[in-house]
């Protein structure tokens, strides 16, 4: 019998960005009634949990020290933990795990351990990366903290916070923000307050609609720069009206997975592969390591045209460009039977 | 013989040097591209006899490449001192499973 599978999101933002306080408010909501809480916290002292209040269906974890540096270990074992409880019955059937991580980790890693370990992915489907943004000193933060920049430009949905401490000055922090990632969708929350309902989903997936969440980032202007700091977190989409051989796509990702590393912060794509005109494949990666293409039973839109979106730090979007351009043309050349 | 332009293998190594901040002059040169740089590298297509479709020559020393990441792997190393190549890592988990896909 097929086990069903259990989304984990993840929680981040950087220090006194209002996540425990929405953690707190959103497990007072009934829907949230089973939810598993892996909080990490950076410190001696762990507070945070004592701050929130849950349903007694609820469960907490907590983990300490800087998750994504230790994470391989005391996440995936907290992970197996609160799951074998749930097997046996020690805890509440929750359906659904977020993390909280520290406000100074850095969520790549975390993505990392939830999209590699072979157990976990029987049981753990990748969900949500939301990030919270403080609407009064977010701006100056991310100004300062490139673990800010690098938390906002992973996300799937970004929540601004304390808006209720704003007399409504935050446009040039919105600007900041669709400048590191264009296709997130950004929510307010008020007084910790927020529209709970799809907030910590499937990643990319709508469970109302059942269909994958293509438009938000497709969406995403041609190009975003948020260039005033040494590392330069970039955002563009890279087009093409050509179907794209699935060699050249699997060759293409190699190479920027090889060359791009760590400054891939997230790569997401609908492609038209020649091999499946009719089923597009949605390409999703976090540095160098990618999920392996999902293929859609249909287009989502009349729109045929390959749309890759790149978040990327130092990424010369003309290296881009070429790099698929040179090995398009070198598999098309061994496919006619040049060698 | 390869079919792909020597114009863009020239354009491919100049941005790729570009993206890594190499310094360096990329000319194209008979049918091949050759990079001044810390080391004079040649890039051209391989003698039609050959499995390969590069042969690339790094200061002196002629090597095979079988394609343009090949090529490109090999350049790197050459010039960029400090590169350690990451390799794709494949997430054992769909994005999404196949049926929460159905309608």
Known sequence: M??????????????GSGKTTILSHLLRQPEFSRTAIVINEFGEVALDHELIETSEDSVIALTTGCLCCKVRTDLTETLHDLLRRRDQGACTQFNRIVIETSGLADPAPILHALMTDTALARRLVLGRVVTTVDAVAGEV???????????VAVADRIVLSKLDLTTGGEASLRSCLTALNPGAPTLCAVYGRIESDNLFGAASHDPKTRVFEVSSWLAATPEHT???????????????????????????????AEHC???????????????SPQRPAVIHGVQHVFHAPTWLSHWPSDDRTSRIVFIARSL?????EVLLDAIAAEVADVSAGNR | MSGVSIGLVRELITASLAAWHVASIVETNDRAVVIH???????EPAPADSMFRWTITIDGRTRPAISLLAVLRQVRGALDPGYAASRVHIAVSPVVPS???QS
Do not use: M, Y
Request: charged share 25%; proline share 2%; no cysteine.
């Open chain 2, 99 to 101: 049926s929460w896909l």
């Open chain 1, 316 to 320: 010369s979007r003309q290296w881009v």
């Open chain 1, 141 to 151: 933060t991310l100004e300062r903290e490139a673990i800010s920049r690098k938390q």
């Open chain 1, 226 to 256: 948020h260039s005033d700091h040494d590392t330069e977190i970039k955002s563009f989409t890279v087009v093409r009206a050509e179907p794209i051989q699935a060699v050249a796509l699997t060759l293409f990702l190699e190479a920027l």
């Open chain 1, 261 to 275: 590393g760590a400054d891939l912060l997230r790569l997401k794509g609908i492609v038209n592969v020649a091999e």
């Open chain 1, 2 to 15: 097929a086990t069903e599978l259990i989304p984990v999101s993840v929680l981040t933002g950087f220090l």
């Open chain 2, 37 to 43: 740089g810390k080391q004079k590298i040649r890039i």
